[in-house]
């Protein structure tokens, strides 16, 4: 079965400098991954997600993701952070690309300070 | 606008009665989700539906129940024999492609 382990429940990070969450993945096969974000009681965003094209992903509001396979990480990253990146991020790994439940990590926050 | 939508935002019940969430999508989509979120534990799935009059049990569907009368809608009742209902519920829809959207979520206090 698969899973997914993110690295820190917490992540504070100052205004303008890098954003880094880390996820790790276990699967017995090429997975299909996922980052979502979350703000304050609301849904689900999606950010970007790997199908198995480009293992560098680019996603909305300036996130990208790269897939290492010797690794098995799928880490998210941004150059600079904005105070408006302050919320809950998800990574989640799928082995089918569509219809098939997700599998998600625990999340982790991060907080963005002035 | 294509979406999802959950109502109520809010839901507040006494213990030991059953309550409906509602879920409706018109995205057109085969599969529905329904994830419970508490804090510190990620989403943790309850059911799902992969097409209409089907639907499978998650991790936690024990003492809850769905139906799937029709593709755009999912209701959920979370019955009298969950333990801890109080929660967030988020519900989400999928394409072939494989990305999930998910509606604004249900916020379930039981007291």
């Known amino acids: 079965a698969q899973s997914v382990t993110q690295l820190g429940s917490h992540v504070s990070v100052s205004e303008g400098a890098l954003v880094l969450l880390r996820c790790n993945y276990s699967?017995?096969?090429?997975?299909?991954l996922f980052w979502y974000v979350q703000y304050p009681n609301q849904g689900l965003q999606l950010l970007l997600k790997?199908?198995?094209?480009?293992?560098l992903v680019k996603g909305i509001n300036g996130f990208e993701a790269e897939f290492k396979k010797s690794e098995t990480s799928f880490h998210l990253t941004k150059p600079s952070a904005h105070m408006s990146d302050a919320a809950e991020y998800f990574c989640?790994?799928?082995?089918?690309?569509?219809?098939?439940?997700?599998?998600f990590g625990k999340g982790t926050r991060l907080s963005v300070i002035a | 606008d294509g979406g999802i939508t959950q109502s109520p935002k809010y839901l507040f019940r006494k213990e030991g009665q059953n309550v409906t969430l509602s879920c409706e999508q018109n995205?057109?989509?085969?599969?529905m989700y329904w994830y419970r979120q508490d804090p510190g534990q990620g989403l943790r799935l309850i059911y799902y539906?992969?097409?209409?009059?089907?639907?499978q049990k998650g991790d936690i569907a024990e003492g809850y129940s769905v139906s799937r009368e029709k593709k755009e809608s999912f209701p959920l009742t979370v019955t009298s024999a969950q333990k801890n209902p109080t929660a967030f519920y988020l519900c989400a829809s999928s394409s072939r492609v494989g990305e999930q959207y998910f509606g604004p979520g249900t916020r379930l206090t039981v007291t």
């Open positions: 790997y199908t198995s094209a480009a293992t």
């Open positions: 539906s992969q097409i209409v009059n089907d639907f």
């Open positions: 699967s017995s096969v090429p997975p299909y």
């Open positions: 989640a790994v799928t082995l089918n690309s569509g219809n098939t439940p997700l599998v």
């Open positions: 995205l057109n989509h085969d599969a």
